[in-house]
């Protein structure tokens, strides 16, 4: 098969309002620049949908993130290259969808909360609500592989980097 046939993900995690949407904007771009069909699983939009009544909570996560997880292996199966917009909080929900995709890449937009804090353009900081990173846990991964600071480094040059790791890795052709 084909690079171009094969599907592939790229999970960007990262806190609230650390830059990952904006990050897996430029990239989408620069993969469709290349060609390729590429898909955002955006998880505001997928919630909207898979829990119109959010609870916030870790038996709800679990399940949220298994469906995406689930949805993101079924269009790499079938040739679409998938991009995770997803905080994930857990480790545990990342490795379930490396688990079932192959060429998987997870992204650690690394921001410091005070600077994610600030930003809030959702305004979930101030909501109240369980926030990952504040209220419920953060795991940020253990072994990445690309990490991003989303307080110095433009979206652009992060979209670059992510796109030379597929490269490297095989998931993409040069």
Aim: proline letters at 6%; aromatic letters at 8%; glycine letters at 8%.
């Amino acid at each position: 098969m084909d690079v171009r046939e094969r599907g592939f993900a790229v999970w960007i995690t990262g806190l609230p309002a650390s830059g990952k949407s904006t990050v897996a904007s430029a990239l989408a771009a620069k993969l469709r620049a290349r060609g390729l069909d590429v898909e955002v699983l955006e998880s505001d939009a997928l919630r909207r949908i898979f829990t119109p009544h959010p609870r916030y909570d870790e038996a709800e996560r679990d399940t949220f993130y298994g469906q995406i997880a689930y949805l993101g292996a079924l269009l790499a199966r079938h040739g679409i290259g998938v991009i995770f917009d997803a905080t994930a909080n857990r480790c545990a929900y990342r490795d379930r969808a490396r688990q079932q995709i192959p060429h998987f890449l997870e992204v650690y937009v690394d921001t410091p909360l005070e600077v994610c804090r600030s930003r809030d353009p959702k305004g979930i900081y101030r909501e109240g609500r369980e926030v990952p990173g504040l209220q419920a846990a953060y795991e940020p991964p253990l072994n990445p592989d690309l990490v991003i600071h989303g307080d110095r480094e433009l979206p652009d040059v992060s979209a670059h980097r992510i796109v030379a790791t597929l490269i490297g890795s095989g998931a993409i052709s040069a």
